[in-house]
């Protein structure tokens, strides 16, 4: 059974930090492209950045959080992390992991983070 269980959301002020993870169990995590994505009511979800597996291995990010989050990945735990660092009031969402490989692809349940003082 295929399973993405985010964890680390919570409140976090302007400019602090906060670490989501994302524990996957059930299929081969290292052949996976993994993402995590954010959503905010009465909008669409929102790519935030994705790690591509190797050979090759890349990060992709959306601008609006390149040079503050970091997406890795440990292939060992199985699990892709999110490190958010000088969050702003804009990066308050539900944040989900995603597993994608060809046509087969999952999701979590999502994690809240909110940003404000």
């Known amino acids: 059974q295929v399973q993405l269980v985010e964890s680390g959301g919570g409140l976090v002020q302007p400019g602090g930090s906060l670490r989501l993870s994302c524990a996957a169990s059930?299929?081969?995590?290292?052949?996976?492209?993994m993402s995590w994505y954010r959503q905010t009511p009465g909008k669409e979800r929102e790519l935030v950045a994705t790690?591509?597996?190797?050979?090759?291995?890349?990060?992709n990010y959306a601008d609006s959080v390149k040079d503050r989050f970091t997406i890795s990945r440990d292939n060992a735990k199985n699990t892709v992390y999110l490190q958010m660092n000088s969050p702003k009031p804009e990066d308050t969402a539900l944040y989900f992991c995603y597993a994608g490989w060809g046509r087969r692809n999952y999701w979590g349940q999502g994690t809240q983070v909110t940003v404000s003082s």
């Open positions: 790690t591509i597996p190797s050979p090759g291995g890349s990060t």
């Open positions: 059930g299929f081969t995590f290292s052949s996976y492209a």
